[in-house]
């Protein structure tokens, strides 16, 4: 099939270097001409471990090319896809849904007459309608038919997670974008990854409903933890015990310093509205974004309590930046409020991040930023775990106790046990778990 993405970002690009990689010709469209051309130069303008490898492999087999001119970029298109950006809007917690009608106004001048239109971008309910409304508005002779595909892919694993979904979901009101989407996904058969043919309004809620329910699935552990801290439990076995359950299911029960990224908070605030506008409020959403963002700072509480209570002068070293391992993304990351607690609080911060130093250098004042969790060990009171990463899972204790001040270790993620650390003279606390 021939197929345009509209949007090379994050979804765009993954989708269209992976459906390229399914045997399709697709072409990737983008208004910023500065990165066609770095994507040209086999520059990926992403962090995505095996996406560079993917795009490479698919440009050199011709199947896989990029442009910036809309108009040559669908010209032989059976199927577009518009994967442009949907932020919260300033202000309202909305969508901003300027990026979708943009590309809607300018398709309705390029399309061919028949082509399946296909919304990827995450949508309130309702977008395709309108969308498919200002495509006739704008060329009355289109026969075009309009989908709702949303994605569900991670950043971090987004390659494995568009190969071998869960499911696809795939809105539709009319037979031919049904036989198009088909025909898009007929590579995911074998897989027997399942297509779920909805209406279109269904397939668009169906996205926030899931990103909403596994932040809300996040907070949930992430509440158990303090109550288990508390009591005397451990939210570990907790996640393991109710996990086992497959009424439950023991993925997103890992608690932390609170979810971040550029879909978890956007979306549940955006559902948030949405059902608003439907006068049927989604209470349960609302207390998990407010319990979401008063944690995220509640952080530095805990990294007080550590030192004694006092963060004026102290040194924090904090590993880690990024709202979760794998990405070089910042957004919504739970260590920028970390950051800022602590330095109200009088904090001196050092901090490493193995692929977010760049992000962090233009987003973050104020800091020492340093290169390895040595380097910003050197003469620190305590050092954090904010992210995850694998290279903070086999830390040398030994050389850290040398270079730090006192050894004390907060752990916001689980990733050491306690007798790891006491065998190594380290204080340690963790989320959810004794002291
Ligand atoms: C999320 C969804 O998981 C994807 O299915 C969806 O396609 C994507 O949003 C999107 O809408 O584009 P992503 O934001 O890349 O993906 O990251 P997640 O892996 O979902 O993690 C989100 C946050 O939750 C991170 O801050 C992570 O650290 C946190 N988290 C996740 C936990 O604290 N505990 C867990 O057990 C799982």
Redesign the pocket.
């Given at each position: 099939m021939n197929i345009a993405m509209i949007g090379s970002s994050?979804?765009g690009l993954v989708s269209g270097a992976c459906l390229a990689d399914f045997g399709h010709r697709v072409v990737c469209v983008d208004k910023d001409q500065a990165k066609i051309e770095a994507l040209r130069q086999g520059r990926i303008p992403i962090y995505e471990p095996g996406l560079d490898q993917v795009v490479a492999d698919n440009v050199k087999a011709g199947r896989l090319s990029f442009t910036g001119d809309l108009k040559e970029g669908v010209a032989q298109a059976d199927v577009i896809f518009v994967a442009v950006g949907t932020p919260s809007r300033r202000g309202d917690g909305h969508a901003d849904m300027s990026f979708v009608e943009a590309a809607a106004r300018e398709l309705a001048e390029v399309v061919r007459p028949e082509t399946v239109i296909v919304i990827k971008s995450?949508v309130p309910v309702g977008t395709s309608d309108k969308v498919e409304h200002i495509l006739l508005t704008h060329n009355p002779t289109l026969e075009v038919s309009v989908a709702s595909n949303?994605?569900?892919?991670?950043?971090?694993?987004?390659i494995a997670?568009f190969k071998r979904p869960d499911r696809i979901i795939v809105g539709v009101n009319d037979e031919r974008g049904r036989a198009a989407l088909s025909e898009v996904y007929r590579p995911l058969y074998l897989n027997r990854s399942p297509v779920l043919f909805t209406s279109r309004r269904t397939a668009e809620l169906t996205?926030y409903a899931?990103?909403a329910f596994?932040?809300m699935?996040?907070t949930f552990?992430?509440e158990i933890a303090d109550l288990c801290e508390k009591a005397g439990a451990d939210v570990q076995d907790v996640a393991r015990g109710i996990g086992l359950d497959n009424r439950i299911g023991a993925?997103?029960?890992?608690?932390?310093?609170?979810?971040?990224?550029?879909?978890?908070p956007k979306?549940t605030t955006a559902l948030i509205r949405i059902a608003q506008d439907f006068e049927s409020p989604m209470r349960l959403i609302e207390a998990t974004v407010a319990v979401n963002e008063t944690r995220r700072r509640a952080m530095s509480r805990k990294i007080a309590a550590a030192v004694g209570g006092d963060l004026r002068d102290r040194t924090v070293a904090l590993l880690g930046v990024t709202?979760?391992p794998n990405?070089d993304?910042i957004r919504?990351?739970?260590a920028l409020a970390i950051v800022q607690a602590l330095q109200d609080a009088g904090a001196q911060i050092r901090l490493y991040d193995p692929a977010g130093m760049d992000a962090a250098r233009t987003a973050i004042t104020g800091v020492t930023f340093g290169n390895s969790p040595y380097e910003i060990a050197e003469g620190a009171d305590v050092l954090v775990i904010v992210?995850?990463w694998e290279e903070f899972r086999a830390l040398d204790f030994k050389t850290l106790k040398q270079v730090m001040k006192s050894p004390c270790l907060v752990d916001l993620?689980n990733v050491y046990r306690r007798e790891d650390l006491a065998r190594h003279g380290f204080r340690y606390f963790s989320i959810g778990r004794p002291d």
């Open positions: 994050y979804v995450t949303p994605e569900f892919l991670r950043e971090g694993s987004a997670d996205k899931a990103n596994l932040a699935k996040v552990i992430n993925k997103f029960l890992h608690a932390g310093p609170g979810y971040g990224g550029s879909c978890f979306d709202f979760k990405t993304d919504e990351a739970p992210t995850e993620r």
